[in-house]
């Protein structure tokens, strides 16, 4: 009997998955344990393994594809078994589509319903390579660069294109053989997960055929929900129409109602304005490009010159902006930063730590042979080691359930030239000084070259954000969920400070602790900053 296999859960927080590669193809025999395909979840890409003995019958998630955990992923059963039955469910979602046009033509619904013709097939051979999704938040995609161009041969495994995703610029490797013959999303250009990004195929195919054929499926479905839903709305320019208006000669503008009220408010002489809408009408774009510095001078008669009184002299210059387009890295940050500050009940906590015994224990570390440990080193196996004497602060929130992770995985801040960006040191807490300092550079130095891998930059549980090198005494940080607490550090400052009743010269260094209250509380997450500046002030005791 055939046997239905569902996309699987791979990890505990994915909700999508996508099939990287198959390794096994229809009408290939398959043993319990063989590795059916690579699935791309949210945190890595995995081999799956087949659970069941027969023969591949159907594979419903094409390779470069994504679909929701429990989609049919492939039917394994005997030889030659009639599966339509288990079809059944997708075909009826194939025809549905169909109904409203069809019930809107019964009902008399819209003017008519235009008869659909079949989408043309697309060529045997030629292949349509669509945006990947390359991490597991990304939703659009920026090519970075082009490392083929149109004609060129390509074979499978060759690199493609560099695309930047949300997180870092990965190659992306061609899956396919042939010839190059189409690129759909230009160097420096945006498209959401699963836009047309390349066509690849024989030489000589007729492109323009291709690509019609991929959007020709959707176009029955745009007819019927247009036919369904009665008359396509105006648009603005067909809203606008023409209001008359005279200049000083009695001649007759023509302007919409729109763009006269536009042109009011922006105090714009119509009779300045050149009209590119028919028949010379002036439209709401005229109005939006119009500019000052067109505005011929007005000139003056003589008598008005001379009653004018003299102005002082003002500065004159000229006013610019400039739009740069947000890359995707930016766009993410922007939408994770105002989820986790708009959802997350932040306070915050700050403390001075004592660092005369952190700088003199540095600087002896630092003494011995192909050694460095830097202060944002120390922090960092400091919170470690906190995270696990505190555990409540080593949490995240599931809505219905808390999740105490039972690991330390601590994320540190790395500023990029797009952003910022939160490679993870797994395991910190069983980390020496000098394997983390080792560490913390590595990714760091990857980080700012685009480098990382979003494996590298997931499953934190804690994040440290240290700005004491641009001179920054004190500031707050927005908590990077799911984590339930993130650690500002400033710089190290030079003051008076006060030791067994006199006035001594000391270092002191300030540590703000933001903590999501629905996980935290604030005894708690004073409690774990008691126990970072002890270890702080007597580094012996991280080491012990």
Not at 4 to 29: C, F, H, N, Q
Not at 129 to 149: H, N, Y
Not at 271 to 278: E, F
Not at 306 to 319: D, I, M, S, W, Y
Request: contains cysteine.
């Amino acid at each position: 009997m055939a046997e239905v296999i569902k996309m699987p859960r791979l990890s505990d927080t994915m909700e999508e998955g996508t099939v990287a590669k198959w390794l096994k193809k229809v009408g290939d025999k398959i043993e319990e344990g063989d590795i059916l395909a690579e699935i791309e979840t949210d945190k890595a890409t995995m081999e799956f393994e087949s659970f069941y003995e027969g023969t591949l019958l159907h594979i419903g998630i094409e390779e470069g594809d994504g679909a929701p955990v429990d989609a049919l992923l492939a039917i394994v059963g005997e030889e030659g078994e009639d599966i339509s039955s288990l079809l059944n469910g997708a075909d009826a979602a194939e025809s549905t589509p169909e109904a409203p046009a069809a019930e809107a033509e019964n009902t008399g619904q819209g003017e008519s319903v235009k008869e659909t013709k079949p989408a043309a097939e697309i060529p045997e051979g030629v292949e349509i390579v669509r945006m990947p999704r390359l991490s597991d938040t990304m939703e659009e995609g920026t090519v970075a660069s082009w490392l083929k161009k149109v004609g060129d041969s390509v074979e499978e495994g060759d690199i493609l294109a560099e695309i930047e995703t949300d997180k870092a610029t990965m190659e992306f490797e061609s899956f396919y053989s042939g010839e190059l013959l189409y690129i759909g999303i230009g160097e420096g250009e945006s498209a959401p997960v699963d836009e047309v990004l390349a066509v690849i195929g024989p030489k000589g195919t007729d492109v323009d055929a291709v690509l019609s054929a991929q959007s020709g499926s959707s176009a029955p479905k745009e007819e019927a929900a247009q036919a369904a839903s009665g008359p396509e709305p105006e648009t603005e320019q067909k809203k606008e129409e023409t209001a008359p208006a005279t200049d000083n000669q009695g001649g007759r503008i023509f302007v919409s109602p729109l763009a006269r009220k536009m042109a009011e408010e922006k105090g714009i002489d119509l009779k300045q304005v050149s009209g590119t809408g028919d028949q010379g009408r002036i439209v709401k774009r005229d109005i939006e490009n119009f500019s000052p510095a067109e505005q011929p001078a007005k000139t003056q008669t003589a008598p008005e010159a001379a009653a004018t009184a003299p102005l002082p002299t003002l500065p004159a210059g000229e006013e610019s902006v400039e739009e740069v387009k947000n890359s995707q890295m930016r766009k993410v940050i922007a939408k994770r930063l105002s989820e986790s500050k708009f959802t997350a009940p932040h306070y915050y906590l700050t403390i001075e730590v004592d660092m005369d015994q952190a700088m003199a224990s540095r600087a002896q570390i630092n003494n011995l042979p192909d050694t460095k440990v830097s202060f944002n080193d120390m922090v960092v196996k400091a919170c470690a080691m906190a995270l696990k004497k505190h555990p409540q602060v080593n949490t995240s929130w599931n809505g219905d359930t808390t999740r105490f992770n039972q690991h330390v995985h601590i994320g540190v801040a790395v500023a990029v030239e797009d952003g910022l960006v939160v490679p993870v040191l797994k395991f910190a807490d069983q980390m020496s000084l000098t394997q983390i300092g080792a560490a913390v550079k590595d990714l760091a130095g990857r980080a700012r070259n685009k480098k990382l891998t979003p494996a590298e930059m997931e499953g934190s549980t804690f994040t440290v954000s240290n700005l004491g090198m641009f001179g920054i005494l004190e500031f707050t940080s927005i908590i990077n969920q799911p984590n339930s607490a993130i650690l500002s550090v400033g710089a190290i400052v030079e003051k008076p400070v006060v030791r067994d009743g006199q006035i001594q010269v000391g270092h002191t260094m300030t540590v703000t602790l933001a903590c999501d209250h629905r996980t935290v509380d604030g005894a708690t997450g004073a409690q774990f900053l008691q126990t970072l500046r002890s270890y702080m002030e007597y580094p012996v005791t991280m080491l012990a």
